[in-house]
């Protein structure tokens, strides 16, 4: 076949012109005719094919955070195996996807954490990191010499404002998109002060039946009180929303539990006789 000026055209310029994905997906900066950037889409591929579900559930005093853990070879160390990470000792991830593109992703956001308290005086915002590791993932799909990171971290932990203590709850895509919402608040600190706080997700799903999660998550939280769900009540719609898209009960050696709460907000992962304990309340109740 000949293009314009009479010359052959290759095998790539022959599947770009075609409109297939063939031609487009070689270039993280090349659109698509359909406006698609391939590789962006391979990014979120990557993190469904981990096999692994995370979910994420603010209370109106914590945040509970469950995911899947599996070990992939008998010779490993069955406690060594985590998708559960602290970034600073009040704010907790659960990374779903490629565990190596994570801890570059952790390492990267405990630096800025750091600094940011070094510089400033006080810890990192939760909502505020959350910001810059989806302003670099987005960075990430901008130029050819990178690749988006194959993995989606929830963050997690309390932010306090004078006398309010806030859950907060985010997740952030390969992409670099996070929902990022301000909620006016008013309380009294000697005078009548208003403040801006940040907020993300009252619940969200990630991985492998991150759809069929958020639909079950979506139920729950409608149904939920107006202030929220209590600890107890978010712990168990947690763990619930897995086993029900996992299509089976789970044992303690199979889930990870993280938990932060008002009373306690340094973010810690319950043990197994802990979740196991759970679990039997929840079987009970069923």
Known sequence: RLGRSGSRLSGSQKNMSRGSSAGYDRHITIFSPQGKLYQVEYAFKAVRNANITSIGVKGKDCVI??????????????????????????????????????????????????????KNGYEI??????????????????????????????????????????PQLYKIDPAGFFVYLPLLLLYFVNHDLFHIL?????????????????NLLEKKVKSAPEKGMTYDEAMEAAILTLQTVLGSDVKPTDIEVGVVTVDEPEFRTLSEEEVDKRLSIISDRD
Request: proline share 4%; glycine share 8%.
């Open 65 to 118: 955070v469950v995911t899947q853990k599996k070990v992939p070879d008998k010779l490993i160390v069955p406690s060594s195996v985590t998708h559960m990470f602290k970034i600073t000792s009040k704010i907790g991830c659960v990374s779903t996807g490629l565990i190596a593109d994570a801890k570059s992703q952790l390492t990267s956001a405990r630096q800025q954490a750091a600094e940011f308290k070094y």
């Open 125 to 166: 915002p939760v909502g505020y990191l959350a910001k810059r590791i989806a302003d670099t993932c987005q960075v990430y799909t901008q130029h050819a010499y990178m690749r988006p990171l194959g993995v989606v971290p929830i963050l997690c932990g309390i932010e306090f404002e004078g006398k309010q203590a806030i």
């Open 198 to 214: 940040k907020v993300g997700y009252h619940a969200i799903a990630a991985g492998h039946k991150e759809q069929e999660a958020n």
